[in-house]
Nanobody, 121 residues
Framework: QVQLVESGGGLVQPGGSLRLSCAASRSIFSIYAMGWYRQAPGKQRELVASISSGGSTNYVDSVKGRFTISRDNAKNMVYLQMDSLKPEDAAVYYC???????????????WGQGTQVTVSS
């Protein structure tokens, strides 16, 4: 199991930047993948970016070239650097940990409480 706590959300003008942080309660070194999801009002939660234990990254097309996900295994932290923000990026952003459970031969997903990102002038 792991507890996740996000921080760094807030209000930013279009074109601005924010860096979201996700603090994990234990080592993330062996966690299969860490990710950032977002959910806007009336919309489904979507995967924004993910990073594997080996450092491979994946992004939804709408944020490619603007967002960067990274992890610091020594600090048990995952980050999402968001640049050139657009109004459509506004949402609650959630940190996710996807952990392989050998006993069940399946993945367990853990979520943080979310942090609000508002992009408006």
């Amino acid at each position: 199991q792991v507890q996740l706590v996000e921080s760094g959300g807030g209000l930013v003008q279009p074109g601005g930047s924010l860096r979201l942080s996700c603090a994990a309660s234990r080592s993330i070194f062996s966690i299969y993948a860490m990710g950032w999801y977002r959910q806007a009002p009336g919309k489904q939660r979507e995967l924004v970016a993910s990073i594997s234990s080996g450092g491979s990254t994946n992004y939804v097309d709408s944020v490619k070239g603007r967002f960067t996900i990274s992890r610091d295994n020594a600090k048990n932290m995952v980050y999402l650097q968001m640049d050139s923000l657009k109004p459509e990026d506004a949402a609650v952003y959630y940190c996710n940990a996807r952990i392989w459970v050998r006993a069940t031969m399946a993945f367990d997903n853990y979520w943080g409480q979310g942090t609000q990102v508002t992009v408006s002038s």
